[in-house]
């Protein structure tokens, strides 16, 4: 008989309901018996759709983490990530926070304690390490297929596709905006890939340029200006302590056509690839350039709808596993803080006009 976990979710905004609510359903080992928000009738909603017929609704997620839960999942804004992780640690719960891992490098260090401390389990929702793309390059890696991989480019770059909802414009409540939003991604992807979580220095920039444009062209609706108190774009030049180099781009709004998202370009001495059309991996063969696309799915093949497996319910699966199984997790919470030191040293330096060095 299959284990049921009782978790509590803290914040049923968009994440939870398009992310981690459906993909819960979805495997089925969870029982959600407990849901917070600040506002209440959010968290009845999810309740009523998600949750057992019991389940209680909470605006206090001090109040929350007092139920009999195996698991808390915090999925607030980036401000509140680390207080409502490290009290539902304290409390003895499991914890699933929501990327980034938190506003500030000093929260990530304290999430990262305070697991060690409670011997609780802490990981952060990366899930772009599930995608069959990810998971099939992490295992050239692994296997050394690439060599040493010492240039890689981290690719989180939108035309014009700018969020309006929620609080991601507000700086105060996300600490950033694309850099922090979905820079996070991809940086998280090309530090897992090159296995390299050891940063010697990052010089920054950050650019408002677009922000106080009218005429927005925005895939979600013009955004409001006033309330636009986040970057645009931010670019970041990473420099580790191996010598090998990073080049970081994240935008919201950017006039490029060169638009990729939770990607990565690795340079390797034997090969290099990218995912920029599949995954393309280039390396010289027979004394030719050669480049291979790996068939990551049965396109063509009769009565089949490709890969059924959605990165989000793999998540679940490798956190459902690690509590009951004591299976490995994928992410791991201190390679999460490394990214969130690299993306607060971009923000740093951008700011001040120096290049960050670390100890």
Avoid at 7 to 35: D, E, Q, S, T, W
Avoid at 91 to 120: I, W, Y
Wanted: proline share 4%.
């Amino acid at each position: 008989m299959m284990k049921v976990l009782n978790v509590g979710v803290v914040g049923c905004g968009g994440i939870a309901n398009n992310k981690h609510l459906p993909a819960m359903k979805r495997v089925g080992n969870f029982n959600i018996v407990a849901f917070c928000d600040l506002i209440e009738e959010r968290a009845q909603k999810a309740k009523e759709e998600y949750g057992t017929p019991d389940a209680r609704v909470y605006t206090d997620y001090q109040e929350l983490i007092k139920e009999d839960l195996d698991a808390v999942y915090v999925l607030t804004p980036n401000s509140s990530h680390a207080p409502v992780a490290i009290a539902a640690m304290k409390a003895g719960k499991h914890v699933l926070c929501e990327k980034p891992m938190a506003k500030t490098f000093a929260e990530a260090q304290e999430m990262v304690k305070t697991a060690k401390e409670t011997g609780k389990i802490l990981t952060i929702g990366y899930q772009n390490r599930y995608r069959g793309d990810s998971q099939y390059l992490k295992k050239a890696c692994v296997n050394g297929d690439l060599g040493e991989v010492y240039y890689a480019k981290a690719h989180a770059i939108r035309r014009r596709a700018v969020p309006t909802w929620g609080v991601f414009l507000d700086a105060e409540k996300q600490g950033g905006g694309p850099l922090i939003d979905i820079g996070t991604h991809a940086l998280d992807l090309t530090l897992w890939m090159m296995d390299n979580y050891e940063p010697a220095s990052v010089t920054g920039s950050v650019f408002r340029k677009l922000a106080d444009q009218k005429d927005t062209g925005n895939a979600w609706g013009d955004w409001d200006p006033e309330i636009f108190t986040v970057e645009d774009s931010a670019f970041g030049f990473i420099k580790m302590k191996n010598g090998a180099t990073i080049h970081l781009e994240a935008a919201w709004a950017l006039n490029s056509l060169e638009v990729d998202e939770a990607k990565t370009t690795l340079c390797g001495t034997k090969a290099g690839v990218d995912m920029k059309d599949g995954l393309r991996i280039n390396r010289i063969q027979y004394g030719r350039q050669c480049v291979e696309k790996p068939a990551l799915d049965a396109a063509g093949v009769a009565f089949y709808d490709g890969d059924a497996e959605r990165p989000e319910d793999e998540e679940q699966k490798v956190f459902y596993g690690a509590i009951v199984d004591g299976k490995p997790l994928t992410v791991l919470p201190e390679q999460a803080m490394v990214v969130t030191q690299i993306l607060e040293a971009i923000y740093e330096s951008a700011k001040t006009g120096k290049t960050i060095y670390f100890e």
